[in-house]
């Protein structure tokens, strides 16, 4: 079963590819501070039609194209045990309406060389002028008649899933979902997404939910370009005149309590050699509130994505534990928030924490030195400026001046309003905004190691333990029976596919297996015989795209860079790989086998097994308590994008020549996907050629 391990890492080394480019700067040499660019931002219009709905046009008549965003503007709802399906009728919009179906809109929106496309809450296109028409007829028709098709909702299930079964193993992801939830307490914003919460949407919770809440006298449609005040109108009336309005739900929350104090919660990452950290709390702040562009800048000076913010500077630059360090403030008329994260080594995790909250506390206690602050406005004024080019940045700001009821020239004095932001002003917004001491501390690693160093950062003293979803994780019960070891668990193993002796009659076997991977069908081929030698072959459509082969002595691959020998470390791993029965072969092999304890996989209790090589490197096997079968392994897999967990879930046991193989694994982690395995076959004579 070892060889599926093989598998999975020629599949990451012949699909994935990524290359990071790092500039070299100098970092004697402070970037000059330009002036600020001059821009004009077109004035907006508004009208309302009698069903309510509030029309912004904003005239550009540079360009023959026109935008389109519909925003409806509602409270976040309580979505409970069907997380996601408020996401989902907002992406299910353009799936099909009752005249349409999703290929017909797509194809016409392609047809008019347009764009479209619907997300919670709301849709954006962008037409050429002379398109309008067909593009509203298509417009119109999703907002006032989708179908939800059931076989739509099935097939956007079963993406949602396969994504977060795949990020469930990312760090980061994990961090970014457990400070969501941790942060915001029992407002919506808490809620995140789950496998189990997907499974359980139901096509009635997109459609109750688009009866209730998408109606015209709590919606903005945003036009932006080429049309007259009185064209639009006449397009708004036609197209969205007959969106019958209705009494929307208004939802009350209350803001998300403060810490007392700062608040360390760690989620367990077995024998990860990084730490990702994200710092983070809840900010009450909204667009066009006083302190709002002055907080902006700080967060700039914190821990924007330029070489100069401070966060940056000290991590990487100065100290080298990471290659970015960032803060974000997000502004939101209910919740918003502030965070700063990296992802750093393990042995470096508690600095890396402590050089946060040093920099964290700079900006509240130091003031920012003139020629800092100008370079730092300079750069979000560039930003600003490059943003104004994209027509959704227009209509985003024209919702905004609207929905907050901001002064007609709030945005195009906006540049004005930077430049005049002080360093007091930055001193006082950084002492409102930016606050290590209610913080919560997330850190994704490994508890084993930096468990104790993270419990000064407390301001209890405790560490509190979460799993991937943010719940709070209560110390294992299950007791291991007295005197099992990991060897008594890997024999009962052995004796449930079999036993030794049918085992043993296996000389040579041939293992086919299948799997879809953009799309793509990718065949896999694996052979073994004994005493030990080795080859796998990867193809598509026929072709082959890979192969790796040991004859006893000597490894080759061979791929689109034609052939090479295996040398170093991957010959010692390919020899390993080459062993027949690996699991009654630990000794030789230099694997030493521990017992580290029982755990719940997919509700069954199993048996987890470390495995530690003869180089070091450490995985998990899982054997279910009762059958002894393995039904999981876990390990870790270093990429080009990072340090990922990689799981392998053995399934669909049937019995070959009398021995029991997997023919199904499910494999997440850095690329998720199912492996079939089509066919085996034992002692089939495979000749000494194939390992050549």
């Known amino acids: 079963?070892?060889?599926?391990?093989?598998?999975?890492?020629?599949?990451?080394?012949?699909?994935?590819?990524?290359?990071?480019?790092?500039?070299?700067?100098?970092?004697?040499?402070?970037?000059?501070?330009?002036?600020?660019?001059?821009?004009?931002?077109?004035?907006?219009?508004?009208?309302?039609?009698?069903?309510g709905l509030k029309v912004i046009v904003v005239e550009n008549h540079k360009i023959p194209r026109i935008s389109y965003q519909l925003s409806i503007d509602v409270d976040p709802v309580m979505e409970k045990e069907n997380a996601g399906f408020?996401?989902?009728?907002?992406?299910?919009?353009?799936?099909?309406?009752?005249?349409?179906?999703?290929?017909?809109?797509?194809?016409?929106?392609?047809?008019?060389?347009?764009?479209?496309?619907?997300?919670t809450n709301g849709m954006y296109g962008l037409t050429l002028t002379k398109n309008k028409t067909q593009f509203l007829e298509i417009m119109s028709d999703v907002l006032l008649n989708p179908l939800f098709p059931a076989e739509e909702i099935e097939k956007s299930k079963k993406q949602t899933i396969s994504g977060l079964a795949s990020s469930k193993t990312n760090p980061q992801f994990i961090a970014t979902r457990v400070g969501q939830k941790l942060r915001?307490?029992?407002?919506?914003?808490?809620?995140?997404?789950?496998?189990?919460?997907?499974?359980?949407?139901?096509?009635?919770?997109?459609?109750?939910?688009?009866?209730?809440?998408?109606?015209?006298?709590?919606?903005?449609?945003?036009?932006?370009?080429?049309?007259?005040?009185?064209?639009?109108k006449q397009d708004a009336e036609k197209y969205f005149g007959s969106w019958k309005k209705g009494d929307v739900k208004r939802n009350e929350y209350q803001f998300p309590n403060k810490n007392i104090g700062t608040r360390v919660a760690l989620v367990n990452k077995e024998d990860a050699v990084q730490s990702y950290i994200n710092i983070t709390y809840p900010v009450n702040l909204k667009v066009g509130d006083k302190d709002a562009l002055s907080a902006i800048i700080a967060n700039e000076i914190l821990g924007s994505g330029t070489f100069s913010a401070r966060l940056l500077t000290n991590l990487r630059e100065d100290k080298g534990y990471t290659y970015g360090a960032y803060s974000r403030l997000s502004?939101?008329?209910?919740?918003?928030?502030?965070?700063?994260?990296?992802?750093?080594?393990?042995?470096v995790t508690d600095d890396a924490v402590n050089q946060f909250i040093i920099e964290m506390n700079r900006m509240k206690n130091e003031i920012v030195d003139d020629k800092t602050l100008q370079l730092f406005k300079n750069i979000y004024t560039g930003t600003f400026a490059r943003s104004l080019e994209d027509p959704q940045t227009i209509a985003g700001f024209a919702f905004n001046s609207l929905k907050y009821n901001l002064p007609q020239d709030y945005y195009q004095t906006y540049l004005e309003k930077v430049a005049a932001i002080t360093n007091d002003q930055v001193i006082d917004a950084s002492k409102k905004f930016i606050d290590p001491s209610q913080a919560i501390v997330v850190v994704v690693g490994d508890k084993n190691k930096i468990l104790e160093p993270l419990k000064k950062y407390s301001s209890t003293g405790i560490v509190e333990v979460y799993d991937i979803?943010?719940?709070?994780?209560?110390?294992?019960?299950?007791?291991?029976?007295?005197?099992?070891?990991?060897?008594?668990?890997?024999?009962?193993y052995i004796d449930a596919i079999g036993g030794k002796e049918n085992i043993e009659k296996i000389t040579?076997?041939?293992?086919?297996?299948?799997?879809?991977?953009?799309?793509?069908?990718?065949?896999?081929?694996t052979y073994k015989k004994t005493p030990n030698k080795f080859a796998m072959e990867m193809l598509m459509n026929g072709n082959l795209l890979n192969k790796q082969s040991f004859d006893g002595?000597?490894?080759?691959?061979?791929?689109?860079?034609?052939?090479?020998?295996?040398?170093?470390?991957?010959?010692?791993?390919?020899?390993?790989?080459?062993?027949?029965?690996?699991?009654m072969n630990y000794a030789n092999l230099g694997i030493q086998s521990n017992l580290a304890g029982i755990e719940k996989i997919d509700g069954k209790d199993a048996y987890k097994v470390e495995l530690i090589s003869s180089t070091g490197?450490?995985?998990?096997?899982?054997?279910?308590?009762?059958?002894?079968?393995?039904?999981?392994?876990?390990?870790?897999?270093?990429?080009?994008?990072?340090?990922?967990?990689?799981?392998?879930?053995?399934?669909?046991?049937?019995?070959?020549?009398?021995?029991?193989?997997?023919?199904?694994?499910?494999?997440?982690?850095i690329q998720n996907m199912e492996l079939t395995i089509d066919s085996v076959e034992i002692n089939a004579g495979i000749k000494d050629e194939i390992f050549q």
């Open 469 to 492: 979803y943010g719940n709070p994780v209560k110390e294992e019960s299950t007791v291991l029976p007295e005197g099992i070891n990991a060897e008594q668990v890997i024999q009962k």
């Open 553 to 583: 002595e000597k490894g080759k691959m061979k791929g689109f860079q034609g052939e090479k020998e295996i040398t170093g470390s991957e010959l010692d791993e390919l020899k390993a790989e080459a062993v027949m029965n690996q699991e």
């Open 1 to 51: 079963m070892k060889n599926i391990k093989s598998i999975f890492l020629l599949l990451i080394a012949v699909f994935i590819v990524n290359t990071v480019l790092f500039a070299q700067i100098d970092r004697s040499i402070q970037p000059q501070a330009g002036p600020a660019p001059e821009f004009k931002i077109d004035e907006y219009k508004t009208f309302t039609l009698e069903n």
């Open 331 to 347: 502004l939101d008329p209910l919740v918003g928030y502030f965070q700063a994260s990296a992802q750093v080594g393990t042995e």
């Open 86 to 119: 408020v996401n989902m009728t907002g992406e299910l919009l353009s799936s099909g309406t009752s005249s349409k179906t999703k290929n017909q809109i797509d194809e016409t929106i392609d047809f008019l060389g347009a764009s479209f496309f619907t997300y």
């Open 617 to 669: 490197k450490k995985s998990y096997d899982y054997f279910d308590v009762e059958t002894g079968l393995k039904i999981m392994t876990k390990q870790t897999i270093v990429a080009p994008q990072g340090e990922f967990e990689q799981n392998q879930q053995y399934t669909d046991y049937r019995e070959i020549s009398g021995v029991k193989y997997p023919f199904l694994i499910k494999i997440t982690g």
């Open 184 to 232: 915001n307490g029992n407002h919506p914003y808490s809620e995140i997404t789950t496998e189990e919460t997907v499974q359980n949407i139901t096509r009635e919770h997109l459609v109750n939910y688009y009866n209730a809440y998408y109606k015209p006298n709590v919606s903005y449609l945003v036009i932006v370009g080429d049309i007259s005040l009185k064209d639009a």
């Open 508 to 525: 040579d076997i041939t293992l086919k297996a299948s799997t879809s991977m953009n799309g793509m069908t990718i065949n896999m081929i």
